[in-house]
């Protein structure tokens, strides 16, 4: 039995999806009130049979604050895939992101101890990631430096991956992916998978970039790691780079809108002083943070080689990815 922690976002969805396809009986976890009918929609995009996948999936309540809770999902559990997090940049998240995804994972964790877990795979973030190596790349290498500004989400997923190496040092088999901007169909307002609706709604995007991958390697990659036994080591998963203006450029065509205007950083340090001044008055200027402008205005390269060399891994490009996903976006705003 496989239990897969946050499956009803946009990549824990996929990775049950894959796990069925490779024959495995997988326990997905959701919380109270999740939107379950969304899932099954979303399904449609990525297999035939939409209604038999989601029938042989085992649904389970899952609360990270209660450990009887976390006892029962891990009931004959050999294995675990935890994708689930609190993804946001806005700072008003900050508490519940650190206790979701550092003292959850920590009690997942915990609870894995005392239970039949054998294998557990956690997926973090690229945002953990700082120092280049020697070609001017982040990439596995990259430890996180604690001097340099984090937002609070990069700050909990770097702190949510010291509770796994350390449960890795006590015997635990584990396994991290650090992917970039996942590119998927279906929740299209939570988290990543609120890229087009974003810029569908707003023209102004940022002059800095990102990496991104498909949700469909993500997960593709998440279970080869696990079958192959391939433990006590991190893997980036990105496809490759782009601009956001790029990206905006490309989804607001085909969406018959006109061309995102590219707010210049002097812009944002404005916007930085205002927050600073009225924030508390007007909330979304709280998102002008020091770190998210660093994060919007920087464009690093970062190396996926060695999850290529590691499993002969062929990604698909960022390019067919939004154009797969874009498609869906369209399609489910019609029907």
Same mark, same amino acid.
């Given at each position: 039995?496989?239990?897969?922690?946050?499956?009803?976002?946009?990549?824990?969805?996929?990775?049950?999806?894959?796990?069925?396809?490779?024959?495995?009986?997988?326990?997905?976890?959701?919380?109270?009130?999740?939107?379950?009918?969304?899932?099954?929609?979303?399904?449609?995009?990525?297999?035939?049979?939409?209604?038999?996948?989601?029938?042989?999936?085992?649904?389970?309540?899952?609360?990270?604050?209660?450990?009887?809770?976390?006892?029962?999902?891990?009931?004959?559990?050999?294995?675990?895939?935890?994708?689930?997090?609190?993804?946001?940049?806005?700072?008003?998240?900050?508490?519940?992101?650190?206790?979701?995804?550092?003292?959850?994972?920590?009690?997942?964790?915990?609870?894995?101890?005392?239970?039949?877990?054998?294998?557990?795979?956690?997926?973090?973030?690229? %945002?953990? /990631?700082?120092?280049? =190596?020697?070609? !001017? $790349?982040?990439?596995?290498?990259?430890?996180?430096?604690? *001097?340099? +500004?984090?937002?609070?989400?990069?700050?909990?997923?770097?702190?949510?991956?010291?509770?796994?190496?350390?449960?890795?040092?006590?015997?635990?088999?584990?396994?991290?992916?650090?992917?970039?901007?996942?590119?998927?169909?279906?929740?299209?307002?939570?988290?990543?998978?609120?890229?087009?609706?974003?810029?569908?709604?707003?023209?102004?995007?940022?002059?800095?970039?990102?990496?991104?991958?498909?949700?469909?390697?993500?997960?593709?990659?998440? %279970?080869? /790691?696990?079958?192959? =036994?391939?433990? !006590? $080591?991190?893997?980036?998963?990105?496809?490759?780079?782009? *601009?956001? +203006?790029?990206?905006?450029?490309?989804?607001?065509?085909?969406?018959?809108?006109?061309?995102?205007?590219?707010?210049?950083?002097?812009?944002?340090?404005?916007?930085?002083?205002?927050?600073?001044?009225?924030?508390?008055?007007?909330?979304?200027?709280?998102?002008?943070?020091?770190?998210?402008?660093?994060?919007?205005?920087?464009?690093?390269?970062?190396?996926?080689?060695?999850?290529?060399?590691?499993?002969?891994?062929?990604?698909?490009?960022?390019?067919?990815?939004?154009?797969?996903?874009?498609?869906?976006?369209?399609?489910?705003?019609?029907?």
């Amino acid at each position: 039995m496989v239990l897969v922690t946050g499956a009803t976002g946009i990549l824990g969805r996929v990775v049950v999806l894959e796990l069925l396809k490779r024959g495995k009986k997988v326990r997905a976890a959701k919380r109270s009130g999740s939107n379950l009918k969304d899932v099954k929609n979303s399904y449609r995009f990525y297999t035939e049979d939409p209604d038999a996948a989601f029938s042989a999936i085992e649904w389970v309540e899952l609360d990270f604050d209660d450990l009887t809770s976390l006892q029962t999902a891990l009931e004959g559990v050999e294995e675990v895939y935890h994708c689930a997090a609190k993804v946001s940049f806005n700072p008003k998240y900050e508490k519940e992101m650190y206790h979701i995804n550092i003292k959850g994972t920590t009690n997942l964790l915990y609870a894995c101890e005392q239970s039949s877990v054998k294998k557990f795979l956690y997926i973090s973030t690229i %945002a953990v /990631l700082d120092g280049f =190596n020697e070609e !001017g $790349e982040l990439d596995e290498g990259s430890d996180f430096n604690a *001097k340099e +500004e984090h937002s609070a989400y990069a700050i909990s997923k770097h702190m949510a991956e010291m509770e796994v190496w350390r449960a890795s040092a006590e015997g635990l088999q584990i396994a991290i992916i650090n992917p970039g901007m996942i590119i998927g169909s279906g929740g299209w307002n939570q988290s990543s998978g609120q890229l087009f609706s974003v810029f569908e709604n707003n023209r102004f995007t940022f002059p800095g970039g990102s990496a991104y991958v498909d949700v469909r390697d993500v997960a593709e990659i998440a %279970a080869e /790691l696990m079958d192959r =036994n391939i433990f !006590g $080591e991190r893997f980036i998963a990105i496809s490759g780079m782009k *601009k956001y +203006e790029d990206i905006g450029k490309i989804i607001r065509k085909r969406l018959g809108l006109k061309e995102p205007v590219v707010l210049k950083k002097r812009q944002l340090g404005v916007g930085r002083i205002v927050n600073v001044l009225l924030g508390w008055l007007i909330p979304p200027l709280r998102m002008v943070t020091k770190s998210n402008i660093a994060s919007i205005t920087s464009f690093n390269t970062i190396s996926n080689q060695k999850i290529k060399d590691r499993l002969n891994f062929r990604f698909i490009p960022v390019d067919e990815s939004l154009e797969f996903h874009l498609n869906n976006y369209i399609n489910d705003k019609k029907s």
